[in-house]
């Protein structure tokens, strides 16, 4: 039996000035090639998921947590946060928080980079990633002369340079125009014909058609559908 890239197991998160959790109990195995789409009001904790689920909380943000999450089998407090970015990658939903270099070529190497590929392999990377997002055109463009749609694919081509085998969208196509979340949705089909798993994050249903099973977030209860 295939073992789930990523395992929730009585998973809860509670915010350190907060009495009540966030959510409570979370039990979900996200397995090779399927997409998860989360959805709920503003304001459940999505986000939050998509942080624990990530590493984010709590290497960089800080919580109470019990239960455990697994990556891969191993729990993800105690996988390095460079290997973790080669399996888990995060793409938010304003795209300016991620994008900091000069040009988009810095910005897709900066991953590789940054765990001391061959530059031959960093080449290869880079054009591979401009292919997929459409953005070959832009190599050498700043990513601050870019459409709100643009960046938010650099940034999607940023992580998937990285080559991680799980991809968390968090409302990133909340701020894209029709033609722009068409693209996203265009690149997410071949990525789960890959075998890629994603988890799709998004309070507008529509956009989360691709999704296998649906987790609603709300009133710190978990719906599944």
């Known amino acids: 039996m295939t073992e789930p890239r990523i395992l929730a197991k009585d998973f809860s998160f509670c915010f350190p000035d907060d009495d009540a959790p966030v959510w409570s109990n979370l039990n979900f195995a996200l397995n090779p090639g399927e997409i998860i789409g989360i959805t709920g009001p503003s304001g459940c904790g999505k986000s939050t998921l998509c942080y624990c689920l990530s590493g984010i909380i709590p290497r960089h943000l800080p919580g109470n947590i019990r239960g ?9 407090a105690e996988i390095p946060l460079p290997r973790l970015a080669q399996k888990v990658g995060l793409v938010f939903q304003d795209p300016e928080t991620q994008l900091f270099c000069t040009t988009v070529e810095e910005e897709i190497a900066f991953g590789p980079e940054n765990i001391c590929l061959a530059p031959a392999e960093i080449e290869t990377r880079i054009k591979e990633v401009l292919e ?3 953005m070959t055109r832009y190599r050498y463009t700043n990513p601050s002369r870019l459409s709100g749609g643009e960046q938010q694919l650099i940034a999607l081509g940023a992580v998937l340079a990285l080559r991680p085998h799980t991809l968390i969208l968090d409302e990133a196509m909340s701020q894209l125009d029709q033609k722009g979340r068409q693209r996203v949705q265009e690149i997410i089909r071949p990525l789960k ?3 890629k798993s994603l988890i799709l994050v998004d309070h507008q249903v529509e956009n989360l058609a691709k999704a ?3 987790l609603h977030l709300e009133n710190g209860k978990v719906f599944w559908s």
């Open 132 to 134: 997929i997002t459409g």
């Open 193 to 195: 014909e890959a075998g």
């Open 212 to 214: 296998d099973r649906l």
């Open 68 to 76: 455990k999450i697994l990556v891969d089998g191993q729990p993800i």
